[in-house]
């Protein structure tokens, strides 16, 4: 079955970096554009980025851009967030998900978990 | 960026009832657009995608109607594990974002 699990949250300082992964299995990875959506304690999902299936798309929400960037290794099933200059406002739970429809309109039919990132001194 | 408004932001229903959300794309968007059901500590499920199909195993009493701009999600019968926030999405504008709107909760009545 269709699997994404995400891990490398936690605690970090303001300013500080993270990586995300989210690793998927039950489908062939590179077939897929995934994206990352996240979703503030109590708040809703907030769109981040999104990377084509095979890398050569990519897209970060302004609230993003420049801060985080979005890649994936298909040879080993693996996404990848990393996050740069991290503030308070990004400590959300973080969910992979992977994108189905026609050419680059996407919806999401299968989330991961979720990792939970705070970002606070 | 298309903005997405959701209505009520709360709905209050007994089980058994009918529930009505609305969804406003602030341009139009065609069809594309999706429902997610979220439930508490759980990620979002897809219920629906280009307006009106249902995804795989989503029970027929969900259904999805509307395009361009205006969009609704009824529930025929709530049933107990109905309660739950809903979120309408977005996938037509490029570039993304794909938006989702801000959701509405269904709580028991």
């Known amino acids: 079955q269709v699997q994404l699990v995400e891990s490398g949250g936690g605690l970090v300082k303001p300013g500080g970096s993270l990586r995300l992964s989210c690793a998927a299995s039950?489908?062939?990875?590179?077939?897929?554009?995934i994206t990352w959506i996240r979703q503030a304690p109590g708040k809703g999902l907030e769109w981040l980025a999104y990377?084509?299936?095979?890398?050569?798309?990519?897209y970060h929400a302004d609230s993003v851009k420049g801060r985080f960037t979005i890649s994936r290794d298909n040879a080993k099933n693996l996404l990848y967030l990393q996050m740069n200059s991290l503030r308070a406002e990004d400590t959300a739970v973080y969910y992979c998900a992977r994108g189905t429809g026609t050419g680059y309109r996407k919806y999401y039919d299968h989330w991961g978990q979720g990792t939970l990132v705070t970002v606070s001194s | 960026e298309i903005v997405m408004t959701q209505s009520p932001a709360t709905l209050s229903v007994s089980p058994g009832e009918r529930a009505t959300l609305s969804c406003r794309a602030s341009?139009?968007?065609?069809?594309?657009l999706a429902w997610y059901q979220q439930k508490p500590g759980q990620a979002p499920r897809l219920l629906i995608y280009d307006a009106s199909t249902r995804a795989t195993g989503i029970p027929a009493r969900f259904s999805g109607s509307g395009s361009g701009t205006e969009f609704t999600l009824t529930i025929s019968s709530l049933q107990s594990e109905d309660f739950a926030v809903y979120y309408c999405?977005?996938?037509?504008?490029?570039?993304?974002?794909?938006?989702f709107g801000p959701g509405t909760k269904v709580d028991i009545k």
């Open positions: 039950g489908f062939t990875f590179s077939d897929y554009y």
């Open positions: 999405q977005q996938y037509h504008d490029w570039p993304p974002p794909f938006t």
């Open positions: 341009q139009s968007v065609s069809s594309n």
């Open positions: 990377i084509s299936s095979s890398g050569s798309v990519i």
